[in-house]
């Protein structure tokens, strides 16, 4: 991620469960996926977010993801929210 401050300032929801609710919900204006995280777990977030028709962005890796978000430990994806 190229800002610094990342996605830190963002209204975002971090981890598998509740962006697939805020998906689910239609509160997602974007997904982050971490690449290198389980395909069992973001194929099912992928196909939500194309048939939702939300953008989805990658991340090369989860720790990457982790640390855009201002937490200490990895992220499979991270969802950003309408305010």
Request: proline residues 0%; hydrophobic residues 40%; aromatic residues 2%.
């Amino acid at each position: 991620m190229s800002n610094e401050k990342g996605l830190q300032e963002e209204n975002i929801r971090v981890g598998t469960k509740q962006t697939i609710r805020m998906v689910e919900l239609g509160q997602a204006v974007e997904v982050y996926i971490a690449q290198d995280a389980d395909s069992r777990i973001t194929s099912k977030v992928i196909t939500l977010c194309e048939d939702k028709g939300v953008k989805i962005t990658y991340v090369d890796t989860m720790k990457n993801l982790g640390k855009a978000c201002g937490i200490d430990v990895g992220a499979a994806m991270v969802a950003i929210v309408n305010d």
